[in-house]
């Protein structure tokens, strides 16, 4: 899975596209595959993901259900 975040600004005539870091994606014990689900924007313009598949037994790293993002360049940077 190569889930990305997609930025679109009204007004702009091109939607700027911004690649997870750290990859989001595992595999679950169930078998499935996890990326990001829904999104949401706090009134102080933070950004904050679901993970759609969030797994406890993998390791520590991709365990999070919820990540806070942060924009960089053509990078969305995830912190659990």
Request: avoid cysteine.
């Amino acid at each position: 899975m190569n889930s990305t975040l997609v930025l679109i600004r009204p007004g702009d005539a091109v939607a700027k596209q911004y690649t997870y870091s750290p990859s989001p994606a595992q595999s679950g014990s169930d078998g499935t595959i996890g990326g990001m689900d829904s999104i949401a924007i706090a009134p102080d313009g933070d950004i904050y993901v679901a993970h759609s598949n969030a797994d406890v037994s993998l390791p520590p790293s991709n365990t999070a259900a919820d990540y806070r993002v942060w924009l960089d360049a053509t990078t969305a940077k995830l912190t659990p």
